[in-house]
């Protein structure tokens, strides 16, 4: 049965059919981040670390490393920071080693620029997933050798030369040129994670229905595993997280085998607790003296002061416990334990519930 093996310096994480869901954690990726921006741009890594830890924390089993920033000071001062070419190697080789002083979980490393591919691959310990080769040609020539070259796997992006087709059939047929090229190179398709591509059901009714007979079909007839960057199934849509938790399940009961997604839940901010409480005040409501921010956001169902598992995890989870990746339901019962408590969760459910009488 297919498994991908993606390790750290000590421990290792396999991506397959008859495996738990693997979750790989997005969120050191300064594209679109504006503060992680400009503190890469300072040499800060603190937030890269705090990112780190809070994915593992909340669930990830391997990080996604980006080092695609754009460096606008340091451009104005030096041509050659506008040069992708130039930042991204460097970049990459110090997100990396900031990232393994703080978590031992394996690594993948996410460049478009191959000279940063190989950057994190000569520094990132064990065995690391590199992220990604297309079927565009120079895309296959610049890395199916580095995947050779350091014995790693890949992901495969269904894309090539003439874009991203919304023919299911297209992409699927990228997916097996890229294994039949990677092949050429000595390369195993157990090593091959195809990204079938989400499209957003927003713009593409269908899209959802592709993705899943696209897994199906890249499971039985090329036997890989697959990814998918999980938040595009639910762009531009309104409460995101309720469309999220249901693609997921859904895609892994295809059979797709792991997802770059955000495994956190972000604190509510500072401003928002602000707001509400302003909004209660106004409505007349009168709180206890002494209730602090985390009370208040509990009791008004507005999440946690602290970053904990985001809800896709809850889905993951329950969804692992479903087709038995989860043996006994440990896993399950573990994640909803309450802090402190010493039971499976507050009380009722030790013997699975109230006993009908007879």
């Not at 695609?68 to 130039?86: I, L, P, Q």
């Not at 992901?155 to 047929?173: K, L, W």
């Not at 509510?268 to 003296?289: C, D, Q, T, W, Y």
Request: aromatic content about 4%; overall charge negative; proline content about 5%.
């Amino acid at each position: 049965m297919t498994e991908t093996l993606v390790q750290s310096g000590s421990k290792s994480a396999l991506i397959g059919f008859d495996h738990p869901f693997c979750v790989i954690g997005e969120r050191i990726n300064p594209t679109g981040r504006k503060i992680l921006n400009e503190e890469l741009e300072r040499g800060d890594f603190s937030r890269v670390q705090a990112d780190a830890l809070a994915q593992v924390a909340a669930g990830a089993t391997i990080l996604d490393i980006n080092s695609g920033a754009v460096f606008s000071n340091k451009m104005a001062e030096d041509v050659r920071y506008a040069d992708n070419n130039f930042v991204e190697p460097t970049l990459m080789r110090e997100l990396i080693l900031k990232v393994q002083e703080v978590t031992d979980v394996p690594l993948c490393i996410d460049s478009s620029v191959p000279g940063a591919l190989e950057a994190g691959l000569e520094v990132a310990q064990g065995r690391p997933l590199l992220n990604s080769v297309t079927g565009e040609e120079e895309r296959l020539e610049a890395v199916l050798p580095l995947v050779k070259k350091y014995n790693v796997p890949v992901v495969a992006i269904s894309n090539d030369d003439t874009g991203i087709s919304e023919d299911p059939d297209v992409r699927f047929a990228v997916a097996k040129r890229i294994v039949e090229r990677a092949a050429d190179h000595g390369i195993p398709a157990h090593d091959i994670v195809v990204d079938p591509l989400v499209m957003p059901i927003g713009a593409m009714g269908t899209a959802g229905q592709q993705v899943f007979t696209l897994v199906r079909r890249l499971r039985s007839e090329l036997g890989v595993n697959t990814t998918c960057g999980a938040s595009n199934i639910s762009f531009g849509l309104p409460n995101r997280h309720g469309i999220n938790n249901a693609f997921l399940p859904m895609a892994m009961a295809a059979g797709m085998t792991s997802a770059i997604m955000n495994p956190v839940a972000l604190p509510v901010s500072a401003k928002k607790i602000a707001e509400k409480k302003a909004a209660v005040l106004a409505a007349g409501i009168i709180l206890p003296e002494d209730m602090d921010d985390e009370a208040f956001v509990q009791l008004f169902g507005m999440g946690s002061t602290h970053a904990r598992p985001g809800k896709e995890m809850e889905a993951i989870r329950a969804a692992n416990f479903l087709t038995n990746h989860d043996a006994g339901g440990a896993a399950w019962i573990k994640f909803n334990k309450t802090p402190g408590s010493d039971d499976s969760g507050g009380g009722r459910g030790r013997r699975g519930g109230r006993r009908r009488r007879g």
